[in-house]
C-alpha cells in the first residue's frame, strides 16, 4: 500500500512539473522573411536575443571549407555602427554576455543582457545582420583566430581529431565528410570576394529565426523588430542539394594516429538517419541505455566487471541530414582493442536480438523525462530550443511535445532500430593510436 501511495504521488509530482515547464511563445513573420519567436517569462529581469542562421559547415563548395564557422568569428569585428573591436566591449559594459556556435548545420549568436538593454541587444543583432564590415583586416584577424583555435582544440588535444577520423570514414560524398572548422588552406586561398559572398548568400533574414526571450513587453518588443529587422531586405531563396550516400553494407577498418595520447583507443561508428528521424530519437535511448552512468550496460561490464576499460561511451551525434552513432573506449592495461571490440559488439548483439527488460526500460524513460523538465530550465536554454525546434526540425512546438516522442518509443522498437542500423557489416573500426616515433 505504502509502495503503491508513493508511487501514486511520485507520478502526480512528475505530471505537475511537465505542467510547470510548459513553455508559451508566440511566432510571426516580417515581409522580409524573418521568422520571430517571442517566449515571455517575467520572473527575473533578464532577456536573451539570440539570431540562428540555417548556415554550418556543410554549406561550402569543395576547396572551400571552414566558411560558416570563419563567419561565426568575423561577424563579431564590426559593423557600420560598431567600431571594430568593440562588440564584447558594448555588451559588457551594459551587464551583458554573449556568444556564438557554428555546427555543421547552422549558426547561432545570442546576447544575454538585463531586461532594460533589450532595445540594444536587437539593435546589435540587426547591425550584424544588415552592416557587418567585412573587410581584408578583418579577414587576415580572424584567419589567424581560427588557426589558433584549431591548433589548440584539435591539433594539440587528446583524442582531438577523433571525430575528423568517424566523418571521413562515414562519409564520402556529402560534406559531412570534412571538419566543421574546415581545412586552413581553404581559408588562406579564399579571396575576400568570396567571403562576401558567402555573407550575401546565408546572412539574410528568410534564412534565419530570432528569438527573444525573458522579461519583455511583448507590444514594444515587436516594434523594436520591426524598426530594426524589418528594412532589412530579403535575400535570395536558398537551395541545396547535397550528394546522398551509398549504404555502408561491409566492415571497414581505417586507423589514425594522435601524437598528444599515450592511451590507444578504439571507436566504432554507424551512420543513422538524420535527427528529424524518428529514429534517431530511439538511437538516443540506446546510446543512453548503453552507456549513461555507472549502471550502464557497457560501463557496468567493461569498466567495473571485466575491468578491460578506463572509459566507454556511446554517443548519438545528430546532424540534419545524416546522425554518426560511436562507441568509443580506452583498454586498461595490455587489455586489446580488439577484446574492447568484441566486449562491445557482445552488448549491442544483445540490443539487436533481445527486448531489454521492463526495469531499464522504466529507468529509460525517467532519464528521458528529467532531461526534458531540465532542457527548458533557464530562459537561455528556452531560447535555443525554439530557434533549433523552429529552424531545424520545422516543428517549434516540439519544446513542449518531444518528450512525448521518446514516451511513445517502445522496447519492440529499440530493438528494431538497432537491427537496422547497428549490425557489424555496417559500422566503422577505427584504431586511435599514439602517433608513432619517427625514428622507429
Known amino acids: 500500500m505504502k ?47 539570440s539570431v540562428m542562421y540555417h548556415v554550418g559547415g556543410k554549406d561550402r563548395t569543395e ?38 556556435n557554428t555546427s555543421n548545420d547552422r549558426t547561432y549568436y545570442y546576447e544575454v543582457f538585463p531586461s532594460n538593454n533589450l532595445k540594444l541587444g536587437l539593435w546589435m543583432e540587426s547591425e550584424r545582420m544588415l552592416h557587418p564590415v567585412i573587410n581584408q583586416v578583418g579577414v587576415d584577424t580572424q584567419n589567424e583566430v581560427v588557426k589558433e583555435e584549431k591548433r589548440l582544440r584539435y591539433d594539440n588535444s587528446p583524442y582531438g581529431k577523433i571525430l575528423f577520423a568517424v566523418a571521413e570514414n562515414l562519409f564520402k560524398k556529402h560534406p559531412y565528410k570534412d571538419p566543421n572548422i574546415g581545412y586552413m ?39 523594436w523588430i520591426a524598426d530594426y529587422f524589418g528594412p532589412i531586405p530579403r535575400g535570395a531563396d536558398i537551395q541545396r542539394s547535397f550528394p546522398l550516400e551509398d549504404p555502408i553494407t561491409q566492415e571497414i577498418r581505417a586507423t589514425q594516429y594522435d601524437p598528444n595520447i599515450q592511451i590507444p583507443a578504439s571507436i566504432m561508428a554507424y551512420r543513422t538517419p538524420g535527427f528529424k528521424n524518428r529514429d534517431a530519437y530511439v538511437l538516443d535511448m540506446i546510446s543512453t541505455y548503453l552507456s549513461d552512468g555507472p549502471s550502464s550496460k557497457l560501463y557496468k561490464k567493461m569498466v567495473d566487471d571485466q575491468k578491460e576499460a578506463l572509459q566507454v561511451g556511446a554517443f548519438n551525434i545528430g546532424q540534419e541530414d545524416y546522425g554518426m552513432y560511436l562507441v568509443f573506449a580506452l583498454p586498461v592495461g595490455d587489455t586489446s582493442l580488439e577484446q574492447l571490440n568484441t566486449s562491445i559488439e557482445e552488448e549491442m548483439a544483445k540490443t539487436r536480438e533481445a527486448l531489454i527488460s521492463e526495469n531499464d526500460y522504466k529507468k529509460l524513460q525517467n532519464k528521458f523525462e528529467n532531461r526534458f523538465v531540465n532542457s527548458n530550465a533557464s530562459i537561455e536554454g ?14 517549434t512546438s516540439l519544446i513542449n511535445k518531444e518528450i512525448e516522442i521518446y514516451r511513445s518509443i517502445t522496447r519492440e522498437e529499440i530493438m528494431e532500430v538497432a537491427q537496422k542500423y547497428l549490425k557489424p557489416n555496417q559500422r566503422v573500426i577505427i584504431d586511435y593510436l599514439p602517433e608513432e616515433n619517427p625514428s622507429n
Open 3 to 49: 509502495k503503491q501511495l508513493f508511487m501514486a504521488v511520485a507520478f502526480f509530482a512528475l505530471a505537475v512539473t511537465g505542467r510547470a515547464q510548459e513553455v508559451a511563445y508566440e511566432e510571426y513573420d516580417l515581409d522580409n522573411g524573418l521568422h520571430v519567436i517571442l517566449h515571455q517569462d517575467n520572473t527575473a529581469p533578464v532577456v536573451t536575443t
Open 63 to 100: 576547396g572551400r571549407t571552414g566558411f560558416a564557422h570563419f563567419f561565426e568569428h568575423l561577424l563579431f569585428e564590426g559593423t557600420k555602427n560598431i567600431e571594430k573591436g568593440k562588440w564584447f566591449e558594448i555588451v559588457s559594459a551594459n551587464g551583458g554576455t554573449n556568444n556564438a
Open 185 to 223: 588552406e581553404d581559408l588562406d586561398a579564399a579571396s575576400l570576394e568570396e567571403f562576401i559572398a558567402y555573407k550575401e548568400k546565408y546572412y539574410v533574414p528568410n534564412n534565419a529565426v530570432l528569438v527573444v526571450a525573458g522579461d519583455i513587453d511583448i507590444p514594444q518588443t515587436k516594434k
Open 382 to 395: 528556452i531560447a535555443g530550443s525554439l530557434a533549433t525546434n523552429y529552424l531545424l526540425y520545422g516543428d
